[in-house]
């Protein structure tokens, strides 16, 4: 016997250096109907963040690749979330990741195998990438996933680029993303369980 699926409780933690990454964090929460939480230039989010974090049934996490991995901001965010690892808070949440660079490459793998990682030691379940690579000669740079990840979202905007010039493909793999998230963790809370 098949349940209805419960309405999910989302948030989109992000920081974004320069408005391309606050852009893929509104296509990620567009598809999963995610609130946003932004991390200011000092590494902060908002003093009651914290407790729509830990009410969440998802925690999506976004970050520019920064020489590597993700910024300074993003990891002060990282290290302050030790209080809720201690207390448990964010066990068995569903979790997810994404970033943008401006290098093809641009070790963009770091920065997702770093929310990886920080999902992980907060006890979370992982959601990966379900959209094929755009490998093949004929690809565009509009087409989905094409970046080729299999983790989480990677968008790649040139430095000299707004957001406003942003592959439509990325942030479209990014939205298909934030909806997946949403519905595996609507799997995962059925209404009458």
Avoid: C
Wanted: charge should be neutral; aromatic fraction near 10%; avoid cysteine.
């Amino acid at each position: 016997m098949s349940h209805p699926l419960k309405t999910i409780n989302a948030v989109v933690i992000y920081h974004s250096g320069y408005g391309h990454t606050e852009r893929m964090a509104a296509a990620v929460a567009n598809g999963a109907s995610a609130t946003l939480i932004a991390i200011d230039s000092e590494g902060n989010i908002a003093e009651d963040a914290w407790e729509k974090i830990s009410k969440a049934d998802v925690i999506l996490l976004g970050s520019p690749t920064y020489m590597g991995g993700p910024s300074w901001q993003f990891k002060k965010f990282a290290d302050a979330s030790s209080k809720p690892w201690f207390e448990g808070k964010w066990i068995n949440k569903i979790f997810g990741g994404f970033t943008n660079s401006a290098s093809i490459n641009g070790d963009k793998l770091n920065t997702l195998a770093y929310f990886f990682l920080l999902a992980g030691q907060h006890g979370g379940i992982w959601v990966n990438m379900d959209i094929k690579s755009s490998n093949t000669k004929a690809s565009l740079r509009d087409d989905l996933n094409r970046m080729g990840s299999n983790i989480g979202p990677m968008a790649q905007t040139p430095a000299d680029a707004s957001p406003e010039e942003m592959s439509t493909g990325d942030l479209e793999t990014a939205r298909r993303y934030g909806a997946r998230v949403a519905n595996i963790a609507a799997q995962f809370h059925p209404v009458n369980a």
